[in-house]
């Protein structure tokens, strides 16, 4: 059974840094493709960072709200994908979710297989 499993969200002033895991169990080794999400309150879930672990250094993407500020990157064993949050502003409160899957995409949830429960980052000016 696979289960994907975030962590590290908090409450943190405004220029502040946080840094996001997601644990994942029971994947197999041909799932590669990572994502981080977040979704404002009312809103779509919105893609920051996808990572594909199956190149060296591995290939990365990034929203442009994110870009510059966020790094997706990912454990030796590759079990574990983080997100380094950095220079963080009110706006990105949200719910933070990872996904694992085939897609490369940050416009769509379609073909990102699993899904996290979410953590929660709140950001205070």
């Known amino acids: 059974q696979v289960e994907l499993v975030e962590s590290g969200g908090g409450s943190v002033q405004a220029g502040g840094s946080l840094r996001l895991a997601c644990t994942t169990f029971?994947?197999?080794?041909?799932?590669?493709?990572f994502g981080w999400f977040r979704q404002h309150p009312g809103k779509e879930r919105e893609g920051l960072a996808v990572?594909?672990?199956?190149?060296?250094?591995?290939?990365?993407m990034y929203s442009d709200s994110v870009k510059g500020r966020f790094t997706i990157s990912h454990g030796h064993a590759e079990s574990t994908v983080y997100l380094q949050m950095n220079g963080l502003v009110p706006d990105d409160t949200a719910i933070y979710f990872c996904?694992?899957?085939?897609?490369?995409?940050?416009?769509?949830?379609?073909?990102?297989?699993?899904w996290g429960q979410g953590t929660q980052v709140t950001v205070s000016s």
């Open positions: 996904a694992a899957g085939k897609s490369f995409s940050l416009d769509s949830t379609f073909n990102w297989n699993y």
């Open positions: 029971g994947l197999t080794s041909i799932t590669k493709n």
């Open positions: 990572i594909f672990t199956g190149l060296s250094p591995p290939s990365t």
